[in-house]
């Protein structure tokens, strides 16, 4: 896991003041199934630098060491010991918010949100200044669907701290969640009135008109934004999809889109968005090597991301790894029994047994992969998606037929093969040696 907060928080204690950065691992897709009742709290604060209660930079500092020993043990993939490492560093360090916060972050690895929740919360009660903590909180019930709630936790936490103006960052993130696009605009306007070099609102204001689809404008406002804070991941990854939302216009920014995602995953290795954005460049690019390690790198931070099970198992099967590629959209039809594009994904595994190898008969892995491009087809919805199934079922009807005519031919009058060959191998396979019968 990256490094990033730990070392900007040891300079803030040298300074006596906080000035954080972007969360790891931001989830940047907006839900919209989820309508809530508008809210128009008018901010009430102003903007000031924090300072920190002594007995916090002792802990702070006391914790340091622990904090980086637990992040090198997840960078390893010992999970489990990192979460009772830093389990025990708040137990010792109470005041070290830090250390609640990275372990609420490998608690949403594990994933456990109730843990992580807690911890997020321990964070803000040991220091209530740190407000990525509270972002945190509220990303959670983004991802889960449920922006009214996330509305609701950020309100909750300004009742409590009216003062510190930075929590209002967490009201506009789930106000544009919740499709709320003209409040978050309005909010973000009324506080840039308090502080108008503010970078983050900027920010916050170009996602709202990103939103709205009124892309140019996004592109002038984030630029603003970035040119306060250039090292802002998540307004660089911001100007990366604006890219793309501009570019079936200008051909010329699609090579944009790829270098500014390399910016962001520059600055944070960790940014699930961005590595799933330029995942997918990757492949479509058929630089399948590149697309595996940063999918593999998404699911290792989200065990369950589906669509990094199902790309991850579409750029295996271009490599004939069809036995992983298999398990791995078992586990995405586990996470995810309704999504068709899962059940797509396992028909194309199948219907490819000229190259792809798995230990079934042929004939069984093309009636496999006619029921889930059937299923694939009942789930999907547009007309579009509906007429692509069909296709691919009428295809594998097809390749069901003669497979079916070639069994049949060879039960008669026996292997189209030389008899020397059909001699010393009991195995049945057809003349071209592309149809097995296991």
Not at 170 to 183: N, P
Request: proline share 3%; aromatic share 8%; hydrophobic share 40%.
């Amino acid at each position: 896991m990256k490094r990033f907060f730990l070392i900007v928080l040891i300079a803030a204690i040298a300074s006596t003041s906080w000035a954080c950065a972007s969360k790891d691992q931001k989830n940047t897709e907006t839900a919209a199934s989820h309508t809530s009742k508008k809210t128009t709290t008018k901010p009430k604060v102003t903007p000031s630098k924090t300072t920190f209660a002594n007995d916090t930079v002792k802990d702070i500092e006391a914790a340091s060491a622990d904090i980086e020993s637990a992040l090198q043990l997840a960078d390893s993939n010992q999970l489990s010991a990192a979460i009772t490492s830093l389990q025990q560093t708040t137990k010792t360090h109470p005041k070290a918010f830090i250390a609640h916060y990275d372990l609420g972050l490998l608690y949403e690895r594990k994933p456990d949100m109730v843990m992580a929740r807690s911890a997020y919360e321990s964070a803000l009660g040991a220091e209530p200044n740190f407000y990525p903590a509270l972002l945190a909180l509220v990303r959670i019930d983004i991802r889960n669907g449920d922006t009214g709630k996330a509305i609701q936790t950020a309100n909750q936490w300004i009742a409590r701290h009216e003062d510190i103006f930075n929590y209002n960052y967490a009201k506009i993130e789930a106000l544009i969640a919740d499709t709320q696009y003209e409040s978050a605009i309005s909010q973000c306007r009324a506080l840039l009135k308090t502080d108008e070099a503010n970078a983050r609102l900027r920010y916050y204001l170009a996602s709202a008109e990103f939103e709205k689809k009124r892309y140019r404008l996004a592109d002038f406002i984030v630029g603003e934004s970035l040119e306060i804070a250039p090292n802002d991941a998540e307004a660089l990854f911001l100007r990366a999809r604006i890219y793309d939302a501009l570019s079936t216009e200008e051909v010329s920014l699609i090579p944009k889109i790829a270098s500014t995602l390399d910016d962001v995953i520059a600055l944070n290795p960790n940014f699930i968005e961005a590595l799933w954005m330029r995942a997918n460049i990757y492949y479509n690019a058929s630089n399948y090597a590149k697309a595996e390690e940063l999918y593999r790198h998404i699911l290792q931070l989200d065990p369950n991301h589906v669509g990094a099970h199902i790309n991850l198992a579409n750029t295996l099967k271009t490599v004939d790894k069809g036995p992983e590629a298999e398990k791995l959209l078992i586990r995405a039809k586990e996470l995810a029994p309704q999504n068709a594009l899962v059940d797509f994904a396992f028909g194309t595994l199948y219907l490819n047994f000229e190259i792809i190898q798995l230990p079934m008969k042929d004939m069984d892995r093309l009636k496999l992969a006619k029921q889930h491009f059937e299923t694939a087809e009942s789930l999907w919805t547009s007309s579009e998606d509906k007429a692509l199934a069909k296709g691919y079922i009428r295809t594998t009807s097809d390749a069901i037929e003669t497979l079916q005519a070639m069994l049949d031919a060879e039960a008669l009058f026996g292997s189209s093969s030389d008899e020397s060959d059909s001699s010393s191998d009991d195995n049945t396979e057809s003349s071209s040696g592309s149809l097995r019968v296991d």
